[in-house]
């Protein structure tokens, strides 16, 4: 005969809700690390401009780009961490976050591939943090884990849902 089935308890998930919750939980963490480390980058150019400037004339970028490119840099730095953190537009966040994290990559490759040593200047002052296989790891890991947080649908502990949640009444 067969045995009668054991009834699960209200009171423990099952292990698909915790694999569920775990995911959710994994995604909002890397949201507010991704958020601090723009939030920081950004900070961290305002506060010590000659870094990244000297940083981009390393680089070789056309003389046409140097000033544009990081204001426009340090603003979108902050935009994106600023509306990650707050959770707006989350999924088109995460991945313009993740582009842009690939995109520096690609600049620390040229870098490594023409020797160059100097550091970096993503964070002023803050840290220091020297052109090499370890920083272009690092931005490698972010773009990735930006690209993960994208694909999870968390809703919870966004603007969005708080929006929604105190003033849209079904």
Do not use: W
Not at 26 to 34: D, E, K, W
Not at 89 to 103: C, P, Y
Not at 129 to 156: C, H, M, P, W
């Amino acid at each position: 005969g067969s045995f009668p089935r054991r009834r699960r308890s209200h009171i423990s998930p099952s292990r698909s809700e915790y694999h569920v919750h775990t995911k959710q939980i994994t995604a909002r963490l890397l949201r507010l690390v991704l958020s601090a480390v723009l939030l920081a980058a950004a900070i961290g150019k305002v506060l010590a401009p000659d870094k990244f400037y000297i940083f981009l004339l390393t680089v070789h970028l056309p003389a046409a780009l140097y000033d544009p490119s990081f204001f426009l840099l340090v603003y979108f730095e902050f935009f994106l961490g600023i509306l990650c953190f707050l959770g707006v537009g989350l999924r088109t966040t995460l991945r313009a976050i993740s582009v842009m994290f690939l995109l520096f990559s690609i600049v620390l490759a040229i870098a490594l591939i023409h020797n160059l040593s100097a550091s970096c200047g993503c964070f002023g002052n803050l840290f220091l943090d020297e052109i090499g296989v370890l920083s272009l790891l690092r931005n490698l890991a972010l773009a990735g884990a930006a690209f993960y947080a994208s694909t999870q649908k968390v809703q919870v502990f966004t603007l969005s849902s708080l929006i929604d949640n105190c003033f849209v009444k079904s």
